[in-house]
């Protein structure tokens, strides 16, 4: 067992999860400040009013939509009165960032994910100026990261699309997203340079297909609304990466990608199929960004299905010749599926799918399945030759406090040691070019799923609960001392 030396061992966050500081030093709304808190059984809701008649109600975010419109016509998404929101504080970084990175300091990170709230630099999304108070907090972020010798990975778009974008474009199906953002990219980039070298462009891109509300700030669900979206990210992203190669070629730009392996329940050739179709729904999104072109089967699927993008010539040059420096990616389980009826599909061990008797899950029905991480840095390097870097895995449990302020996670050890056993068969066996790797939720944060703070993934423990009471105190659970003795060992005790 043996990691590069120059690997990169951290633990990843979100601004709209972690951040809190809500409307503080000038911040804008996000399309996430809208969202109430729910469970593993009842689904977070989006808050909305309708400007003429004062109505207000709130729809929930489900995964996928049948449905064009998910909220009422003529209603835009709003914070209402007597709602709670978990984002609005979250874990309170905003005013815990010092002690916080000096928890990541005394784990030995060498890395921190984290993102940027774009509505903190850009309150509506298309100011002319960018708030130099948010501009002026990143920059002590940054300083604090370098006092531990922490490399910055920063993702500009975290399910925080400012709201006025929604309500005044629609969101990200609107091709003046694409020049918002690039002056957003632009002015984060050059405020620092010499202090962020990683930037992610879009957290998990593909999510778009199913929560587009929370990836692209869309409130129209259409299938042509999202392609429109994820095709507007797309030359986004280029254009991002083409300023960097011409300006700043030391800065790396990443996609980051939500990915799981599809496993069949059976080994009829039919499921074999059903893998596959099920794979290209994500895969395709990578071929785009880091491959640099769109593959067949999506430009076929497209023309099933009567969508028809609003492009240029310009915006396929633009995706060639500026794809993604390296790909980034999720991995938290796989998902298996069939086309028989096999009377346990209730559940399934990720988000969709029937259970796989071969993997357990935890309380969320989350498969805890290290086989993963192997086989998705397989496929996703080899498929492009290109770096790539895990930068969310983790188990989500409900963590008991104990009266002596410390926690037993060892199942979350056990999780981890079995993940990082698989990357290394990855890098040692395989011959992968692995970057790195970030922790999920390395100090507790707001569940996106849920919005629940129950469903903790830290090494430190946060003093909060799922309406929001609690003294945000830090506490370091086991995990935390058995992560510093990985790193410190490059992985060899583990
Ligand atoms: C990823 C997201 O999908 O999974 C994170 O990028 C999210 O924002 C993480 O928190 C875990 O999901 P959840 O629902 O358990 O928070």
């Excluded at 939509?65 to 309170?92: C, K």
């Excluded at 370098?146 to 778009?157: A, D, F, N, Q």
């Excluded at 498969?367 to 498929?383: F, G, M, S």
Aim: with cysteine; aromatic share 14%.
């Amino acid at each position: 067992m043996s990691f590069p030396k120059e690997f990169l061992w951290g633990g990843a966050t979100a601004a709209n999860q972690y951040e809190g500081g809500y409307l503080e030093g000038g911040k804008g709304i996000n399309t996430s400040d809208t969202l109430t808190n729910g469970s593993h059984t009842v689904a977070r809701r989006v808050t909305w009013r309708n400007p003429q008649t004062n109505e207000t109600g709130s729809t929930p975010m489900v995964f996928t939509s049948a449905t064009d419109r998910f909220i009422p016509e003529g209603a835009i998404p709003a914070v209402l009165e007597n709602e709670y929101y978990p984002s609005h504080t979250a874990t309170d970084f905003y005013h815990h960032f010092k002690e916080d990175i000096a928890l990541m300091g005394e784990m030995g990170f060498k890395t921190f994910r984290m993102s940027m709230n774009w509505a903190r630099i850009f309150p509506n999304g298309d100011d002319e100026q960018p708030n130099e108070e948010g501009l002026k907090f990143y920059d002590e972020v940054f300083d604090e990261c370098k006092k531990y010798g922490i490399e910055p990975l920063v993702t500009l778009s975290h399910y925080e699309t400012p709201i006025g974008l929604t309500i005044k474009y629609g969101g990200w199906k609107d091709r003046r997203c694409i020049d918002f953002f690039e002056k957003y990219a632009k002015t984060v980039i050059e405020r620092y340079v010499g202090k962020v070298k990683y930037y992610l462009t879009f957290n998990e891109i593909n999510i778009m297909s199913m929560m587009p509300y929370m990836a692209g700030g869309l409130v129209d669900f259409s299938e042509q609304a999202k392609a429109q979206g994820a095709h507007n990210q797309f030359v986004a992203s280029a254009k991002v990466v083409k300023f960097c190669h011409e300006n700043y070629p030391d800065i790396k730009v990443g996609q980051m990608l939500a990915y799981g392996p599809v496993y069949t329940y059976t080994c009829d050739p039919a499921d074999q199929i059903l893998a596959l179709e099920r794979s290209q729904e994500t895969i395709w999104y990578a071929d785009v960004q880091t491959g640099g072109h769109y593959p067949e089967f999506k430009l076929k699927d497209y023309e099933r299905k009567g969508i028809q993008l609003e492009d240029c010539p310009e915006d396929y040059e633009l995706l060639e010749k500026y794809s993604a420096d390296f790909l980034s990616f999720s991995c938290y389980g796989s998902s298996t599926v069939t086309t028989h009826d096999v009377g346990n599909d209730s559940g399934g061990n990720f988000v969709m799918g029937v259970t796989n008797p071969y993997v357990k899950t935890n309380a969320w029905g989350w498969a805890t399945d290290p086989a993963c991480l192997r086989l998705a840095c397989n496929t996703l390097y080899y498929r492009y030759n290109k770096p790539i870097w895990i930068v969310e895995n983790g188990i989500g449990w409900s963590d008991v406090l104990e009266e002596d302020k410390t926690v037993h996670d060892d199942y979350r050890i056990d999780y981890l040691r079995q993940n990082i056993q698989s990357m290394d068969d990855a890098i040692n066996k395989d011959g992968v070019n692995l970057m790195g790797y970030t922790m999920w939720g390395c100090i507790d944060l707001v569940s996106a799923g849920t919005g629940e703070m129950r469903k903790r993934y830290g090494f430190v423990y946060v003093d909060r609960d799922d309406e929001g009471n609690g003294s945000l105190n830090r506490y370091k659970k086991d995990s935390f001392y058995w992560y510093k003795k990985v790193i410190e060992t490059q992985g060899e005790d583990l």
